[in-house]
């Protein structure tokens, strides 16, 4: 049992489920109220930032500069490559998948019949994509780490940071994507069910990230720098915009700073 237990793609898997019933529980408070202030959501949104870019730099790209080191002054290049492949990867997915942000009015990739609330949906699976991948990148990367030349591996601590630090920034952006739908017309019910399965990509991209991880072996600081840099890229595309096209850039840009801060703490208290 604790074998099978102790396996990554197991432990993925775990993680990606938890992360969807997080996302799931942050929409189910659309039960509580029809909706939610604008500046309370931008808050909501600019800490989910704050979590999701702690998590990148040191969750994965730290512990992916350490595994690199015996590169010596070169290290930096997995690190580099690692980023632009990550984002790439989330721009290419961005332009072919039909989505829609919550608020814009033109959809984005594919032109599609789409109704609007399918849309809104996408974005968010779409946005939960990177977030499963950085937490099966960061398991498989404990199991892998012992075959890098530098004897660096990823300790499991950074692995439950990684894990933690997503399902606290899930809460809020399951309720932003239910608040959007009922915002549309839509009952607290299936505002609530869509939520839930705006999260179902998030154990897909967990299982593929550990898959990678167990099959890349000596490119592990690639892997990490990759899953970073998706994650940066949603940040930087859609959360920080979204977080500050309502006029509450300030508040959204503390709360950016404060779920920074959270990690950081949450980072130490966990290693």
Request: glycine residues 12%.
């Given at each position: ?176 994507v239910a608040t959007a739908l009922r915002a549309e017309g839509f009952s607290a019910k299936k505002s609530w069910l869509c939520g839930i399965f705006s999260g179902c990509t998030a154990p897909i ?67």
């Open positions: 049992m604790e074998a099978l237990f102790g396996h990554p793609i197991l432990q993925s898997l775990l993680a990606g489920i938890l992360s969807w019933i997080s996302v799931s529980l942050g929409a189910s408070a659309i039960f509580l109220r029809r909706e939610f202030s604008r500046l309370s959501m931008d808050c909501m949104l600019g800490a989910a930032g704050g979590m999701m870019l702690g998590a990148a730099f040191l969750g994965l790209l730290e512990p992916a500069a350490a595994m690199a080191s015996h590169m010596g002054r070169w290290n930096f290049v997995p690190i580099v490559c690692g980023l632009m492949a990550g984002a790439a990867f989330l721009m290419g997915l961005d332009h072919l998948l039909p989505h829609l942000h919550i608020r814009q009015k033109q959809q984005e990739g594919l032109s599609t019949s789409w109704r609007r609330s399918v849309l809104l949906v996408t974005a968010m699976a779409l946005h939960h994509i990177p977030e499963g991948l950085t937490m099966g990148v960061g398991y498989g990367a404990v199991a892998a780490g012992s075959t890098l030349p530098s004897g660096v591996s990823l300790e499991m601590s950074s692995a439950f940071m990684v894990t933690g630090t997503t399902l606290l920034q899930n809460l809020p952006e399951g309720l932003v991209g967990a299982i593929l990230g550990a898959v990678a991880s167990q099959v890349a072996g000596s490119l592990l600081p690639f892997a990490l720098a990759a899953a970073a840099g998706a994650m940066v890229y949603v940040v930087i595309e859609e959360v920080i915009p979204e977080a500050n096209a309502s006029g509450n850039g300030n508040a959204a840009t503390v709360a950016c700073i404060g779920g920074l801060c959270l990690v950081m703490s949450f980072s130490s208290l966990v290693g």
